[in-house]
């Protein structure tokens, strides 16, 4: 059985999927770190309770973000053309438009700023979109050549599709909105 560790990280650095070393506070680690944070804090937001609608969306969702962190650690865009589960396209950004608006529907229309909270699953979900905007700057400050254009859409999408979900978890669950 393979050890959980591997010492090969122990003076700062760590591996790309091509193979390259770079230290740990290189800004391509970074990017996908903020990912996988936000990966951890969908799956926080699962555990504090929502339906089986919603679940489904958020473990769907966490599977992306794998994908989306193993583009970001390949900088030579090879391990898409290896691993199918690594690739995210124009497809995945209109699906979650029509996530997006599907869940809409179940909402009144925005008419002020929402203040970030509600129920537990509602408040990780806005904690998430949060994160998730931090990713994206993180991800952008990478460069224009450094990143496939349709990740950064993905990413910017997902934000949305976040702030959504907070507002239908709220809702479902009975707690009302606090606008400022």
């Not at 203040?115 to 905007?133: D, E, F, M, N």
């Not at 993180?138 to 990740?151: E, Q, S, W």
Request: charged share 30%.
């Amino acid at each position: 059985m393979a050890k959980i560790y591997t010492r090969t990280g122990d003076r700062g650095e760590t591996g790309l999927f091509n193979g390259t070393r770079v230290p740990k506070s290189e800004a391509r680690v970074d990017a996908y770190g903020e990912v996988d944070e936000l990966n951890a804090v969908l799956g926080a937001a699962r555990a504090a309770g929502v339906d089986g609608q919603i679940a489904e969306t958020l473990a769907h969702l966490q599977r992306d973000l794998f994908a989306l962190g193993a583009r970001l650690a390949d900088p030579k865009e090879r391990i898409a053309d290896r691993v199918a589960r690594a690739s995210l396209g124009s497809e995945d950004v209109t699906r979650l438009e029509t996530w997006i608006d599907e869940f809409e529907k179940e909402l009144p229309p925005l008419r002020r700023f929402i203040v970030p909270g509600g129920s537990a699953a509602g408040a990780l979900l806005h904690l998430a979109r949060t994160v998730c905007r931090r990713a994206e700057r993180r991800i952008v400050a990478l460069g224009p050549d450094a990143v496939d254009p349709v990740l950064i859409a993905y990413i910017n999408r997902f934000s949305d599709l976040l702030f959504v979900l907070a507002r239908v978890v709220n809702k479902r669950a009975g707690v009302a909105e606090a606008e400022w």
